[in-house]
Structures are given as C-alpha cells and as structure tokens.
C-alpha cells in the first residue's frame, strides 16, 4: 500500500524525523512523522482518479489540506538529503566497483575503468499536458517525462540524472544534461568512462553497445553480449526506482 518494505519505511522516518520542518514551536503538535509519511507515500503510489486529495483524505481519516501538509514537509525533509545519497563515489568506491566490473565483465584490461552506467527512462503522466502537450508523446504511446539516471553497477546506487526533458526526447539529448555530460572533467579521472546502450552516442567518457549493422560483426556482438551482462544492472535500477 506504501509502495515500500516495512523496513525501508522505518528508515525514512529515521532520516527525517529530526527536520525542522517536523518542529512548528507551538502549543499544537504536528501528527507523527510516520502518519505523515504513510499518507505522502500512499499518495504517490496513487494514479489518475485515485490520487484525488478528496479520495486521500478519505482514506487517511485526515483534511484535503493535511494531505497537502503531510506531502510537502516530506517532500523537503527527503529532499534535504540529497546530497548526502546523490553524489560521487569515493576513489575507494570507484576501486570497488572497477573490481566489480573488472570480475564480471568476462575479459581484463581498461574496460574496468567504466564504473557507471547510463539509461533512460519514462515518467508516465496521467494526462496530456495543456501546454505543448505533444512534445510528451512517447514512443510507447503514452505521456511522460524523460529521466536519465546513471548507477553504480554493483549495487545500484544513483550517482547522478537528469529529469524534466519531454517524452519526446532521445535518451542521447537528454543525457546531454547529466552531470556526466557537462562536466564530464570533474565527473570522470584518467580513463574513466561510462556504459550505456546503443542509444547514446559514443565519446571518449561514454562506451554504447554497437548499433546495427556494426553490432553483426562477430567480435562487435561478442563484446555487446558481455557488456549487456552488466548493464542489466541498469534495468535492475530501474526496476528498483519505479517499485
């Protein structure tokens, strides 16, 4: 009903339950954190005509206006902790997930040096857009957003994205305003480079799988194949990301 494990839930009440935003200095206690963040995740987890406040409020036995509250104050408190979760890993990190890649890759050498990986995905909306509407149709019939999101392999970790660009948007464009891309000198040392599918285009920080009719050649499909070993990872992120 939350969209999250029980365990996962009682963590986010830990990391945020201490924000100020949980503290209004008045003789009126706010509701507890975790009602607070039960509604705002049961919110999310709703779509079309469910996700109406009249419906949510129903359901929580709350205001329309508590869901407003409730959903706000947890949205800045996670928020708050964006830095502390997003963010580049260490040299020590970057070393693991080198040894990670470089055990389950199936061969040595340089290629240990991608230790990120790339791919886009959609953030289905429930409507069309008043607005430019058009520019949101996806190639999978629908309206949505456009999200790139580069992660650690081993373990899934976000390391950086992009969202806002339009349905519409080749995953090459839109990875054009990840971190990874602007400032790909501060992002990546030495040789270090970035997976990703045939999609993206290729540069000196950023390896796709070949497109067709390179991908037919033997040793080409050879290295996709092993490559498409480890960037399942991605998809394993995303499947994480959208629950």
């Known amino acids: 009903m939350l ?33 607070q963040l039960g509604v705002t995740l049961y919110r999310l987890g709703r779509y079309g005509n469910g996700a109406s406040l009249e419906d949510i409020a129903r359901f929580a036995g709350c205001s329309e206006g508590a869901v407003e509250l409730y959903t706000q104050r947890c949205f800045r408190a996670i928020e708050a902790l964006h830095d502390a979760f997003v963010c580049l890993p260490t040299a020590a990190e970057k070393e693991r997930e080198k040894c990670w890649v470089d055990e389950h890759l199936g061969f040595k050498g340089t290629w240990r040096e991608g230790w990120v990986m790339y791919d886009g995905t959609i953030v289905p909306l429930y409507a069309k857009p008043a607005v430019n ?17 580069g992660n650690l392999p081993s373990n899934l970790r976000i390391v950086d994205y992009s969202h806002g660009m339009t349905g519409s948007a080749h995953d090459a464009w839109a990875f054009e305003h990840t971190a990874a891309a602007k400032y790909p000198d501060w992002f990546f040392q030495g040789e270090e480079f970035a997976w990703a599918d045939s999609a993206y285009g290729i540069s000196p920080r950023i390896i796709p799988v070949h497109k067709k009719p390179a991908a037919l050649l033997p040793e080409n499909a050879a290295f996709d194949y092993a490559v498409a ?3 399942v990872c991605s998809e394993h992120c995303m499947g994480a990301l959208k629950g």
Not at 11 to 34: C, F, K, M, W
Not at 133 to 149: D, H, M, V
């Open 3 to 35: 969209r999250v494990s029980p365990e996962v839930f009682q963590a986010i009440v830990t990391l945020i339950r201490d924000h100020p935003i949980y503290s209004n200095n008045s003789g009126n206690s706010q509701e507890a954190v975790e009602v």
């Open 133 to 149: 509407g058009e520019a949101y149709f996806t190639r999978k019939s629908n309206y949505g957003l456009n999200a790139q999101i």
């Open 229 to 231: 070993n480890i960037q």
